[in-house]
């Protein structure tokens, strides 16, 4: 679907065990986001890559990990996982920064 | 900072009137003006955008209008349907990324 996909969609987790979210796209684009959506929030950055082995921080990249070794996948780490990390979380790609997005399906992670 | 404020934050119109959302940005090298619409529960799709060499961008029922000197840039919805019901999200190109908006979550009444 659009050449980007997320996994998993929905994910319940315990508070202080790490959590990797996956994105995987299939169009070899060089950007990659990682965004969480909250109510009265729209999208926030976490962190995002311009290219394998290069990422950068977002606004929001406290208590967040990513790591992109191949062009395709871009992984997002919660090291421990809190309370104030449940949310939906978006990934997306680019061809470039001048370029439309296109976001995946989303994963909705609860930490209880 | 780079910063993009979007207006208003909720709109309601009645069906087949217009409907206008407005974003004003910071950084004056923003050359790079995407739209997304997000249905409930679904992903944030582009729906429009526009590059700084151009004033007007039309496509069927949306438009967007571009003023660089103000850096302000508007979302225009005309003979608006249910359908169009959702959140809208402007953006500006920022360093390496864009810049969102807060949204905007327009109701089309019936």
């Known amino acids: 679907d659009a050449g980007i996909t997320q996994s998993p969609r929905h994910k319940v987790t315990e508070t202080g065990t790490p959590v990797t979210l996956r994105c995987h796209q299939t169009?070899?684009?060089?950007?990659m986001y990682w965004y969480r959506q909250d109510p009265g929030h729209g999208l926030r950055l976490i962190h995002y890559s311009y290219g394998v082995k290069d990422t950068d921080k977002g606004e929001v990249s406290d208590g967040y990990s990513v790591s992109r070794s191949k062009t395709e996948d871009f992984l997002l780490t919660l090291e421990s996982a809190t309370s104030s990390q449940t949310s939906v979380y978006f990934c997306?790609?680019?061809?470039?920064?001048?370029?439309?997005?296109?976001f995946g399906s989303g994963t909705r992670l609860t930490v209880v | 900072g780079e910063n993009v404020e979007q207006h208003p934050s909720t709109l309601s119109v009645q069906e087949g009137d217009s409907a206008v959302i407005k974003c004003t940005y910071s950084?004056?090298?923003?050359?790079?003006f995407p739209w997304y619409k997000q249905e409930l529960g679904k992903r944030p799709q582009l729906i429009i955008d526009?590059?700084?060499?151009?004033g007007e961008k039309k496509d069927q029922r949306i438009a967007v209008t571009l003023n660089k000197t103000a850096k302000h840039f508007s979302l225009h919805i005309t003979e608006t349907q249910p359908e169009d019901s959702a959140v809208y999200f402007c953006a500006a190109t920022g360093t390496y990324k864009y810049i969102f908006g807060t949204g905007t979550r327009l109701k089309v009444l019936a």
């Open positions: 526009i590059r700084s060499n151009v």
């Open positions: 169009e070899n684009h060089r950007y």
């Open positions: 950084d004056s090298a923003s050359n790079y």
């Open positions: 997306a790609i680019s061809e470039d920064r001048t370029y439309g997005y296109t």
